[in-house]
């Protein structure tokens, strides 16, 4: 599946403004979660309703329904974390999971540390929250830890992604559709996006 990029006046502002290294840390949790919730719209669109009758104060008419439960959002730790409240305001009902990798600065491999999914995982759509697409190291390791729990619908939510990461996890998982934001011109010799916007979850959590 080809990567969705949105390619949006509204996101390009807002990606502007976080790349930015004098925005400060409460600025940028907010554009996470408002281009997080603008993803979210963007991987709901092959979403499945069941219809139903409404009463408006005029008349009753046909409704549609998403059954919000079969969703759950897992955010990768800890940058993942920044994404969660954006997408729950638009799906306020999906459970939540927690996939703890971490990358070896000398390997640039990830490393897990925790795994927590809801009970009967393996009959939702997951959607997998990363703010940074780099290596592609930690996405396709999430996936594959989701996988291998049943799943078989899998989404992919990035808001900055390089072009080796993407092509990587598209290699390693060619069913799984990804979401960024932006595609941006490629990694450095750290593994790091350029331009990029430095390392987000230092700069969600103000811990550098």
Do not use: W
């Amino acid at each position: 599946m080809k990567p969705i990029e949105l390619n949006h006046p509204l996101i390009k502002h807002k990606i502007s403004i976080l790349r930015d290294k004098k925005t400060s840390t409460k600025e940028f949790r907010e554009l996470i979660k408002e281009i997080s919730m603008i993803l979210c719209y963007e991987a709901f669109k092959d979403a499945e309703l069941d219809e139903k009758e409404v009463e408006t104060p005029i008349a009753k008419t046909k409704g549609y329904v998403l059954y919000e439960k079969k969703y759950a959002f897992v955010p990768i730790l800890r940058a993942g974390l920044g994404m969660v409240d954006g997408v729950l305001s638009v799906i306020p009902g999906a459970k939540i999971g927690h996939i703890g990798l971490y990358r070896n600065e000398e390997t640039l491999e990830p490393v897990e540390y925790y795994f927590k999914v809801p009970e009967g995982i393996e009959n939702k759509e997951v959607i997998l929250l990363d703010p940074m697409l780099a290596t592609g190291g930690s996405g396709i390791d999430a996936i594959s830890l989701i996988k291998a729990r049943g799943v078989k619908k899998i989404k992919f939510l990035s808001i900055i992604a390089a072009p080796e990461g993407l092509k990587k996890m598209q290699e390693a998982h060619p069913d799984v559709q990804i979401y960024c934001a932006t595609i941006d011109e490629h990694l450095n010799e750290n593994g790091y996006i350029v331009p990029g916007l430095g390392d987000a979850g230092d700069r969600i959590y103000g811990t550098k």
